[in-house]
């Protein structure tokens, strides 16, 4: 299983685009790499998924370089709203049995 | 679609006392999973159900057993409750073979004290 690692915490402003880093080095070559947010007091929720390059949807873009070692997320001028923990999470649920939740960075918005 | 349901929302035990959690989703999910949530701490996986019939240990299975009797529940067995698992108990499911294979749907949680 691919191990991650993601800052512990970040702060931003609202309206802000902010990035969040994570690392993966042992990253397999069928892994996906998957981000979710949680709210306090809520399970957490599938925000993005993607293997190469670039991935954007409503709420999120994901960027993934060439060697596939790390990725960034990428929120678009944040809100309020987005203050939450967001997981990076690395693998391929229909080949592999167990995903891991690392511990997530927290992301601080401030007025 | 109700997704996944957990019950109870909350409970409050005393040590050596066994609970079973509940959790059922209706989207025909074949895969199922338990994980706890310590404070200010990620989620760390439990047991899991790759399909009814089919279970296997996470990270973290001492103390807790599972069944998959149906593709559409799962529960959560404490067996003989200690202070240790105080923790919030998510349950979430997830359609292996769709495009989002790793999309899983979460439960609103059971926050579950041990006295």
């Known amino acids: 299983l691919a191990k991650t690692t993601q800052p512990i915490s970040m702060d931003s402003y609202e309206g802000q685009e902010v990035n969040i880093t994570c690392s993966h080095n042992n990253i397999a070559t069928n892994d996906y790499i998957t981000w979710y947010q949680q709210f306090p007091s809520q399970g957490p929720r599938f925000i993005i998924q993607g293997y190469k390059t670039k991935v954007t949807n409503e709420v999120a873009s994901l960027f993934i370089p060439a060697d596939r070692k790390s990725s960034t997320l990428s929120l678009p001028r944040v809100s309020l709203s987005d203050t939450a923990v967001y997981y990076c999470l690395v693998g391929d649920m229909n080949r592999d049995d167990k995903i891991i939740f690392g511990k997530g960075t927290r992301l601080h918005i401030l007025p | 679609n109700a997704g996944v349901t957990q019950t109870p929302k909350f409970q409050v035990l005393k040590t050596g006392q066994s609970m079973t959690l509940q959790c059922a989703q209706d989207?025909?999910?074949?895969?199922m999973s338990w994980y706890r949530q310590d404070p200010g701490m990620g989620l760390r996986l439990i047991h899991y159900s790759v399909g009814a019939g089919i279970t296997d240990q996470g990270e973290v299975p001492n103390g807790y057993n599972v069944s998959r009797s149906t593709t559409e529940d799962f529960p959560l067995r404490l067996l003989s409750a200690a202070p240790s698992q105080t923790s919030v108990y998510f349950c979430?499911?997830?359609?292996?073979?769709?495009?989002?294979?790793?999309?899983?749907?979460f439960g609103p949680g059971t926050r579950l004290t041990v006295l």
């Open positions: 979430a499911s997830t359609k292996r073979s769709s495009q989002r294979s790793n999309e899983q749907f």
């Open positions: 989207m025909n999910h074949e895969y």
